[in-house]
């Protein structure tokens, strides 16, 4: 996601819009549309590493508005440049990947009506400005941003915030599924970088035990390419592969 002072001002709520219903497995979940040299959306989900691909962002929707997507330098929606977005969703379905929408508005939004409602609140807890809305028990998943927040993050080789975040967080909020949101890369986020090996080494063991434990939600595409996060996870951890319903 980006830094904190970039989102400080907007009220985050992303709404699942799940195209492809079945049988859920819990795993890594990728931010995808905001760096134009991430590949595209059909190559994202060619890759083998991601069971959800989030589509950033969804900023203009509701209020009898035309929805219009942002996907910095990938397309122009303004000129009917991001038509050929359907055949990269048609892909990533056809591969039993789910595709998301992530809805941003102002302050004060809420829109709980949709299938499949998510939010991506801070780690924090509780949250600021989504707190009350998850109290409301329609959230299906919450991916929760355990980074840019060093009161609730692993810092220094300790696991002591970020676990007793994660037990707050999984008591207190009546979502289906709680994912893990951490940055793919040290220059993804201004902090809260997890190396792979202390992320399936002592995190993952230490967090994975809840029942609302639903995987690891990365940002984003364009840093995991540079790192290869999402492969070194998925190939050293069991934790990710997490079945639910």
Not at 75 to 85: E, I, R, V
Not at 100 to 126: K, S
Not at 189 to 195: D, L, R, T, V
Request: charged share 10%; aromatic share 12%.
């Amino acid at each position: 996601m980006p830094s904190s002072s970039s989102i400080s001002v907007l009220f985050l709520l992303s709404v699942i819009l799940t195209l492809l219903f079945g049988s859920d497995a819990g795993g890594i979940a990728i931010y995808w549309g905001q760096n134009g040299n991430e590949g595209t959306l059909a190559e994202t989900c060619a890759t083998g590493n991601y069971d959800f691909v989030n589509i950033a962002f969804l900023p203009t929707f509701g209020n009898g508005q035309t929805p219009m997507i942002n996907l910095a330098g990938h397309c122009d929606p303004y000129s009917n440049g991001c038509t050929g977005l359907s055949s990269g969703i048609k892909s990533c379905q056809a591969k039993g990947i789910k595709v998301c929408f992530l809805l941003v508005e102002e302050l004060g939004v809420t829109i709980l009506h949709l299938r499949g409602c998510q939010a991506a609140p801070q780690c924090p807890f509780p949250d600021a400005w989504v707190g009350n809305a998850l109290k409301t028990s329609l959230f299906d998943y919450v991916w929760v941003q355990f980074y840019n927040n060093p009161p609730c993050q692993y810092s220094s080789g300790s696991i002591a915030n970020l676990e007793d975040a994660w037990r707050q967080w999984t008591s207190s909020i009546p979502a289906n599924k709680i994912f893990l949101g951490l940055p793919a890369a040290p220059a993804a986020a201004g902090s809260g970088f997890i190396s792979a090996t202390d992320l399936t080494s002592k995190v993952l063991p230490a967090i994975k035990g809840s029942d609302k434990y639903g995987g690891v939600m990365l940002w984003s595409k364009y840093y995991d390419d540079q790192t290869g996060y999402s492969k070194a996870i998925k190939g050293l951890s069991k934790y990710l592969l997490h079945s639910f319903v």
